[in-house]
């Protein structure tokens, strides 16, 4: 097995472990190592995955901000390049752990104190503590970093 293959494999199955199928990572993988813009014809090709497979897989990593689609004027063929990095995956998650605090708080209304409300409590506490975590985690990094998000503070999330 080349070193190529078991890195795009890896990002694979770390994707796949974060509820992303193996494909969508395998496909992270694959972007992240290559210099320009690929098309999803070269991306199927080369990961040997059915054009479906590859169009919901790089949709999946467009819609998680680690995927830029690049239409091509006047043809229907995209291009594909990687976005960001594992901080683009750490900032959608942090997102998506907001949105479910918010749901969670609506949650706490509608039950009577007791059981049910400690429980929501609880797993908004934990999501909070997630998110004050990892919050302090991406600024730490952006603020050792050199680039244009490390003087851009509200891009954080």
Not at 26 to 53: C, F
Not at 74 to 102: C, D, F, H
Not at 127 to 151: C, S
């Amino acid at each position: 097995m080349s070193a190529r293959y078991a890195f795009i494999t890896s990002v694979g199955d770390l994707l796949a472990s974060w509820n992303l199928p193996h494909a969508t990572g395998r496909v992270y993988g694959l972007l992240l190592l290559t210099e320009e813009p690929i098309s999803l014809d070269t991306i199927a090709a080369e990961l040997e995955l059915s054009k479906g497979a590859v169009s919901t897989a790089v949709r999946q990593l467009d819609s998680w901000g680690l995927a830029k689609v690049i239409p091509q004027p006047g043809s229907r063929r995209l291009l594909v390049e990687a976005k960001g990095g594992i901080e683009s995956l750490l900032e959608a998650s942090q997102a998506r752990a907001r949105t479910l605090i918010a749901a969670l708080r609506e949650g706490e209304a509608l039950v009577n104190p007791g059981p049910a409300q400690e429980r929501l409590q609880e797993v908004i506490g934990l999501f909070a503590g997630y998110v004050d975590v990892g919050g302090r985690l991406l600024a730490g990094y952006r603020e050792q970093r050199p680039g244009p998000d490390a003087a851009n503070p509200s891009s954080a999330g």
